[in-house]
């Protein structure tokens, strides 16, 4: 079960710091700073189609990617 919680929250993450906000962090002496996993044009808008683009491609890539690694 601890495993399956891991896993979900750092798919979480992931995904977060795929959109235009990213993962907010704190550094002494900035601003705003935040973690992107994406270069900016790539990003993704949050509530936007591309959003939605990607929630119905990740799922078969990763099955395959799954599918694969177990082989």
Known sequence: IGAAFACGYLSHLAADACTRSGIPLW??????PSLHLLPRP???RTGSAGESLFN????P???LLVI???R
């Open 68 to 70: 694969i690694a177990g």
């Open 56 to 59: 119905l491609c990740w799922p």
């Open 27 to 32: 550094w002494a002496g900035q601003s705003r």
């Open 42 to 44: 790539l990003r993704v």
């Open 61 to 63: 890539c990763l099955t």
